[in-house]
């Protein structure tokens, strides 16, 4: 166990021997205070480690809550194992099942951004009684289609230069990583709007030298920090996560139709990408996310923001956060 500051707030380290792997997990307040001791969890994104939770961290401790940011396994100072099969929905609920029995925490709030979204939505399928409220970001619940494997739904709708089928092959996306600076390649992914079909190709990137002017909610601290993490770790183990979609859509076939119970709110960035594909803002906003979530009671959309919105409105996400699972 080690302990480290966070703009004033103590953060503590552990890594558990969890689901067969090692968890690192942060940890930010006691829930001593008026929140009555409940936990929140966050689930981290594409890319991301538990620092990029900070502004949430450091606010909801003070506010008594006590916060639980894990590195996802392949990430940071968590096991990657090798195997892309390693990384499946079962797999990754099932570390957060493991961690929450290695804390003794019945039931948790939980909030996930991205990939920590996708995640968040398996756990509140698979396990609902460990979640007493979930607050999802930038990703929306996708029902399982029955009738098309994720990958051919791709390839059908952005064609094979999709960034999600040019990922597939172990490796590759790894070696086209590695020929590029690993500061140039966050500067990007952060700060760039266009998250379309052609991500992550030589095009999209551009040449490695332009001059790439980081927004007042980005500092060059926060970049050398994930580029130093990921030059020590690699890609690989990120990457794996989109090489278990159709081994996903088999495993799930139980749970086609199933929906999401537990009490929801569901936040968005008005300019990001996911929230602009066509359908989504009519799937969100008329009815189609409420028949599928049920337990859905609000929907916000962050005026000016893209796909890292706790990052770029850290304090009005973290406000929605608050307001949210106080209620329960």
């Not at 140039?184 to 001059?211: H, M, N, V, Y």
Request: with cysteine; glycine share 10%.
């Amino acid at each position: 166990m080690a302990a480290t500051a966070l703009e004033g707030v103590s953060v503590t380290h552990r890594t558990l021997d969890v689901n067969g792997i090692k968890i690192h997990v942060a940890e930010a307040g006691s829930g001593s205070g008026s929140a009555g001791g409940t936990a929140v969890l966050f689930l981290h994104g594409f890319l991301e480690l538990w620092h990029s939770w900070h502004h949430q961290l450091r606010s909801l401790s003070a506010r008594g809550y006590r916060c639980l940011a894990p590195d996802l396994r392949g990430y940071g100072d968590s096991t990657a194992p090798p195997s892309p099969s390693s990384y499946t929905a079962f797999h990754l609920v099932g570390d957060v099942v493991a961690l929450l029995d290695a804390f003794a925490l019945p039931r948790v709030y939980v909030v996930g951004q991205g990939w920590g979204a996708l995640l968040a939505w398996h756990l509140a399928t698979f396990r609902p009684d460990r979640v007493r409220a979930l607050v999802n970001m930038s990703v929306a619940f996708m029902p399982r289609n029955p009738g098309v494997r994720p990958l051919e739904l791709f390839r059908r709708l952005y064609g094979e230069g999709y960034y999600l089928l040019r990922l597939q092959e172990p490796g590759a996306m790894e070696a086209e990583f590695a020929r590029m600076d690993t500061r140039f390649i966050f500067r990007k992914l952060l700060t760039t709007r266009d998250t379309g079909a052609i991500s992550l190709s030589p095009e999209w990137w551009g040449p490695q030298d332009q001059d790439i002017p980081l927004p007042p909610w980005l500092t060059e601290e926060y970049v050398e920090r994930l580029a130093a993490k990921f030059d020590e770790t690699g890609f690989a183990g990120a990457m794996n996560f989109y090489r278990c979609l159709d081994l996903n859509w088999e495993l799930t076939a139980p749970w086609t139709g199933a929906k999401v119970t537990v009490p929801t709110k569901y936040i968005a960035g008005e300019d990001a990408m996911s929230y602009n594909y066509t359908g989504v803002q009519e799937y969100i906003h008329k009815g189609g996310l409420k028949g599928d979530v049920p337990g859905l009671e609000e929907v916000a959309v962050i005026a000016g923001a893209a796909h890292y919105i706790h990052l770029e409105k850290p304090e009005e996400v973290t406000e929605h956060i608050y307001e949210f699972i106080k209620k329960f």
